[in-house]
T-cell receptor, first 114, second 109 residues
Framework: NAGVTQTPKFRVLKTGQSMTLLCAQD?????MYWYRQDPGMGLRLIHY???????AKGEVPDGYNVSRLKKQNFLLGLESAAPSQTSVYFC?????????????FGQGTRLTVV | KNEVEQSPQNLTAQEGEFITINCSYS?????LHWLQQHPGGGIVSLFM???GKKKHGRLIATINIQEKHSSLHITASHPRDSAVYIC???????????FGTGTRLQVFP
């Protein structure tokens, strides 16, 4: 089983460039999440979705946009990349709210903005 | 002050040692999650618990709701246990997880 797959795994962007990170899950999960992981900090929630066609802001949404056009995919877009967005990005999914069930994570995308 | 605190931040051990990683939290929770992250790798869920104790192989997780504290124990540690262990909590009124900063464990042969 593939589980949660993120593409790409690595990317280097120049300041001002745009890009889209793709998260795909094959577990028919309703809930999907995008997090960023920075040194010395816990994972922080960027945006999340509670079902196809829905999105909501998390803790650190500025500079990012998301879309959930298909249930299995959750896209994270950077409109104009900034060095502060250098981070490792993780996607996660869950069948139900994480208050009730475990979350499944992808392998991460390491993004460097120069 | 972070809502989820882990200790220690870094831990080294010799193969075979018994290891304990601690997690304290300051919010009311519906569940606590223990996660494992290998170097350069993804994050894997180890346990989700809301009371008592769970065991999987050499890993044991306990939680004390009254004291707002959880521990992750590794018995007979092995170099392949070297990873970052992350504690996260979920609360009743949100769909979100609150994460600790992780404990980096290195087990030497």
């Amino acid at each position: 089983n593939a589980g949660v797959t993120q593409t790409p795994k690595f990317r280097v962007l120049k300041t001002g460039q745009s890009m889209t990170l793709l998260c795909a899950q094959d577990m028919n999960h309703e809930y999907m999440y995008w997090y960023r992981q920075d040194p010395g900090m816990g994972l922080r929630l960027i945006h999340y979705s509670v079902g196809e066609g829905t999105t909501a802001k998390g803790e650190v949404p500025d500079g990012y946009n998301v879309s959930r056009l298909k249930k299995q995919n959750f896209l994270l877009g950077l409109e104009s990349a900034a060095p502060s967005q250098t981070s490792v990005y993780f996607c996660a999914s869950s069948y139900a709210p994480v208050m009730n069930t475990e979350a499944f994570f992808g392998q991460g995308t390491r993004l460097t903005v120069v | 002050k972070n809502e989820v605190e882990q200790s220690p931040q870094n831990l080294t051990a010799q193969e075979g040692e018994f290891i304990t990683i601690n997690c304290s939290y300051s919010v009311g929770i519906s569940a606590l999650h223990w996660l494992q992250q290998h170097p350069g790798g993804g994050i894997v869920s180890l346990f989700m618990l809301s009371s008592g104790k769970k065991k999987h192989g050499r890993l044991i997780a306990t939680i004390n709701i009254q004291e707002k504290h959880s521990s992750l124990h590794i018995t007979a540690s092995h170099p392949r246990d070297s990873a970052v262990y992350i504690c996260a909590v979920s609360t009743y009124n949100t769909d979100k997880l609150i994460f600790g900063t992780g404990t980096r464990l290195q087990v030497f042969p």
